[in-house]
């Protein structure tokens, strides 16, 4: 259990992620070309795994088009930094009047991360009529 517990709580953990994070926006990014912002936005950020597939516009796209690249989705990403978070919290954090600015910026993007899904989860998409 202690090996578990460090390995969720490590700083390697949230740089891997972090990259994975970028991955997932720089992939994302190149298809919103090609299939837009709200069809991007359900594939790679409102999803568990996002597949991503070379273009067969690119070079060497002709056989290269075939190939997809499995990317961890924008609900993973964020529910294993939120759980990275907390462990690192509860492992590296001393409640201390002069850490007090730490504990302030790790609660604003724990609450960043968190009301992101719960508005991604519980939006409505609508149009008001004239």
């Given at each position: 259990?202690?090996?578990?517990?460090?390995?969720?709580?490590?700083?390697?953990?949230?740089?891997?992620?972090?990259?994975?994070?970028?991955?997932?926006?720089?992939?994302?990014?190149?298809?919103?070309?090609?299939?837009?912002?709200?069809?991007?936005?359900?594939?790679?950020?409102?999803?568990?795994?996002?597949?991503w597939h070379y273009p067969a516009a690119w070079p060497g796209g002709?056989?290269?088009?075939?190939?997809?690249?499995?990317?961890?989705?924008?609900?993973?990403?964020?529910?294993?930094?939120?759980?990275?978070?907390?462990?690192?919290?509860?492992?590296?954090?001393?409640?201390?009047?002069?850490?007090?600015?730490?504990?302030?910026?790790?609660?604003?993007?724990?609450?960043?991360?968190?009301?992101?899904?719960?508005?991604?989860?519980?939006?409505?998409?609508?149009?008001?009529?004239?």
């Amino acid at each position: 259990m202690n090996r578990v517990y460090k390995s969720l709580s490590s700083l390697r953990l949230t740089v891997a992620l972090l990259g994975c994070c970028f991955l997932l926006v720089f992939f994302g990014t190149l298809d919103q070309v090609h299939i837009g912002i709200r069809e991007v936005q359900l594939r790679y950020f409102e999803s568990i795994i996002a597949l991503w597939h070379y273009p067969a516009a690119w070079p060497g796209g002709a056989v290269l088009s075939k190939l997809f690249i499995p990317l961890p989705g924008g609900f993973l990403l964020g529910g294993l930094l939120v759980i990275n978070l907390i462990f690192a919290a509860v492992r590296y954090f001393q409640f201390k009047p002069k850490k007090i600015g730490i504990m302030l910026i790790h609660s604003g993007i724990l609450l960043l991360i968190v009301s992101g899904f719960l508005t991604s989860y519980f939006q409505v998409e609508s149009q008001m009529w004239k």
